[in-house]
């Protein structure tokens, strides 16, 4: 199985609503990553877990928050979010973390979410 | 800070070579990589490259400067296939992905 598979494709929520997009993979990656990709931009790195641990936040605001439950899961818990952090959100895998290492990223598809 | 600069968009011919290009200006170094992502889709791997020189993958080939901060992704016979936009990913240290703004590629019968 060389997939990650993202659930769901699509999402729209109010700026009130509590949300989460889901992710997974049974590659036995090691690392696992969050990114957002506005229209015709390049995806920009939100959140790394390296062997469960988050290991990087790119300063994302508060009302994204990740969890990695286990090796194979990474969740982003979404509240209270604005107009502008509707987006494709991408999530990634790498069998291990970044490290000079020649460790490619495998995407999913994508959850696109529109925020009303 | 990391800049990384592509051009925005090159058209190409089917069956031609094209290169596209890419400089980067990063306090810290680990890797480049080249993603491929079409319309609408996941971005994919394309390459990677930590020594200078030149990493041929079949009709795609990168090279790396490390010295003058440039890289660029060969495609040769190119097909209508190709057209998509093409990422340059510079990976710095802690652990930190940049992706460059990306090359929109459009191949022409």
């Known amino acids: 199985d060389t997939e990650v598979t993202q659930t769901p494709k699509h999402l729209v929520m109010g700026m009130t609503n509590k949300k989460s997009l889901k992710c997974e993979q049974h590659m036995g990656h090691r690392a696992m990553y969050w990114y957002k990709q506005k229209a015709k931009k390049p995806p920009e790195l939100m959140f790394v877990?390296?062997?469960?641990?988050?290991?990087i936040n790119e300063s994302v605001p508060s009302r994204f928050s990740p969890e990695c439950p286990n090796s194979s899961l990474l969740n982003l818990h979404l509240h209270a979010l604005q107009p502008e952090d509707s987006a494709l959100y991408l999530c990634?895998?790498?069998?291990?973390?970044?490290?000079?290492?020649?460790?490619?990223?495998?995407f999913g598809p994508g959850t696109r979410l529109t925020v009303l | 800070g990391q800049n990384i600069d592509q051009p925005t968009e090159m058209t190409a011919t089917e069956g031609a070579i094209v290169q596209i290009n890419c400089t980067y200006q990063?306090?810290?170094?680990?890797?480049l990589f080249w993603y491929q992502q079409h319309a609408g889709e996941a971005p994919t791997f394309l390459s990677y490259?930590?020594?200078?020189g030149l990493e041929e993958k079949g009709r795609f080939s990168s090279f790396l400067s490390r010295s003058k901060g440039y890289s660029y992704l060969l495609l040769k016979e190119l097909q209508m296939k190709d057209s998509a936009s093409y990422l340059c990913v510079h990976e710095g240290y802690g652990q930190n992905f940049v992706f460059g703004p990306g090359t929109r590629l459009s191949v022409l019968p």
């Open positions: 490259n930590v020594l200078d």
């Open positions: 990063t306090s810290g170094f680990n890797g």
């Open positions: 877990y390296s062997y469960e641990k988050l290991s």
């Open positions: 990634a895998s790498s069998q291990e973390p970044p490290s000079g290492g020649a460790y490619e990223q495998f």
